[in-house]
């Protein structure tokens, strides 16, 4: 496994491209969001899929989540209409996964079997961006839950030290808060609140 030291606020270039380069080989990473830290594969990624899907014991029925950069890449992997796409626009970037209908371009087996939706998020930390910059494309995201633990892992020591065989990259950021996103279910014509995390998003629900 490589460990990048990257910097929070202001990320190094060289070590961005480094761990971008990890993600165009179809290997898996864990590196810091605006909540905390995050597993994270390159759309279509095959192993790195299944190497997540073994770590958190996930089912064919988990939603996954699309990390995108900003808005403009949307279109290509969810369908909404004007009236949605403003909402999101008021409430991004954000601690906000947004659970929204997929379109046919959305791999089948991101997409949620039965309800055909996928979840999109655009975060504002800076490493995050990097990475999405160098990338040129989304990346699909799923938080650091272990199997039968509780808590989510916010010191990169400890990550490194119970995961260190399992996957392929570990940008280490420093410790991070441990809040949870927000996950908003924008599939019906009113917004309803899956769970209530990190950012207030009382105003999408008047």
């Known amino acids: 496994m490589q460990v990048f030291y990257i910097h929070p606020e202001n990320p190094q270039p060289r070590l961005i491209e480094q761990a971008a380069e990890l993600l165009r080989k179809d290997q898996l990473i864990i590196y810091p969001t ?14 790195a899929l299944e190497k997540l ?12 989540t699309l990390l995108c950069r900003d808005l403009s890449e949307i279109a290509n992997y969810a369908s909404v209409d004007n009236v949605q796409f403003k909402q999101l ?8 996964t ?9 791999p089948k087996k991101l997409a949620h079997p039965k309800k055909k939706t996928i979840g999109i998020r ?20 799923s938080s ?10 916010d010191d990169p020591f400890e990550i490194e030290e119970l995961l260190s065989n399992q996957i392929d990259g570990l940008i280490n950021a420093g410790i991070k808060t441990t809040k949870l996103t927000t996950i ?5 014509s009113q917004p309803e609140i899956i769970r209530q995390g990190a950012a207030d998003v009382s105003s999408l629900l008047l």
């Open 34 to 47: 605006d909540t905390s830290y995050a597993f994270g594969c390159r759309l279509g990624a095959k192993d």
């Open 53 to 64: 899907k073994h770590i958190r014991e996930l089912d064919d029925k988990h939603q996954f």
């Open 89 to 96: 626009k008021a409430h991004t970037p954000a601690p906000i």
């Open 98 to 106: 947004f659970i929204l209908n997929a379109t046919k371009d959305v």
């Open 122 to 141: 655009v975060p504002s930390n800076p490493i995050a961006q990097a990475l999405l910059e160098a990338m040129d494309e989304p990346i699909l995201t």
């Open 144 to 153: 650091l839950v272990l199997p039968n633990r509780d808590d989510i892992l």
């Open 184 to 188: 908003v279910d924008m599939t019906s």
